[in-house]
């Protein structure tokens, strides 16, 4: 089955199981990290998508312990990505697999332009995303 999601694009990363666990308004995501088990270890990560989301994205608890978000859209052919565990990186889910650092430049793969990114900030279980 891995091969027939590559060739669709369909990404493996979850949605928050907790659908109450984050909002969006003013143009910031606010997540309350007790609420998703989803990022408690390096190198996981959720999706989060609509709700009036400008965008969809990508939130990463990375390899070095650090919070990354990004425009979960892949810069070669529009597909979503996927954190690239156990390495510091996220990968296009779709067959090209492009490769990014957590800063958004393209590592390795097709690409030719690097991820949108947004400024995340971490206070007491609370992961703020700056997303305009």
């Not at 997540?31 to 190198?43: F, K, Y």
């Not at 892949?74 to 996927?82: L, S």
């Not at 990968?91 to 393209?106: A, M, Q, W």
């Not at 793969?109 to 947004?118: D, R, V, Y």
Request: net charge positive; hydrophobic share 35%.
């Amino acid at each position: 089955m891995g091969w027939i999601k590559k060739i669709l694009g369909i990404c493996n990363t979850p949605l928050p199981g907790d659908g109450t666990s984050w909002a969006y308004s003013d143009g910031k995501i606010e997540i309350n990290l007790a609420q998703v088990p989803e990022l408690s270890a390096r190198g996981t990560a959720v999706r989060l998508e609509g709700r009036g989301l400008p965008a969809r994205v990508l939130v990463v608890h990375g390899t070095d312990g650090g919070f990354y978000a990004f425009k979960n859209r892949c810069t070669h052919m529009g597909r979503r990505i996927d954190p690239a565990s156990p390495s510091a990186a996220v990968r296009c889910c779709s067959i090209s697999g492009s490769t990014y650092d957590y800063t958004g430049n393209v590592m390795s793969g097709p690409a030719k332009e690097g991820l949108t990114t947004f400024r995340t900030h971490l206070g007491n279980r609370l992961l703020t995303i700056l997303v305009e």
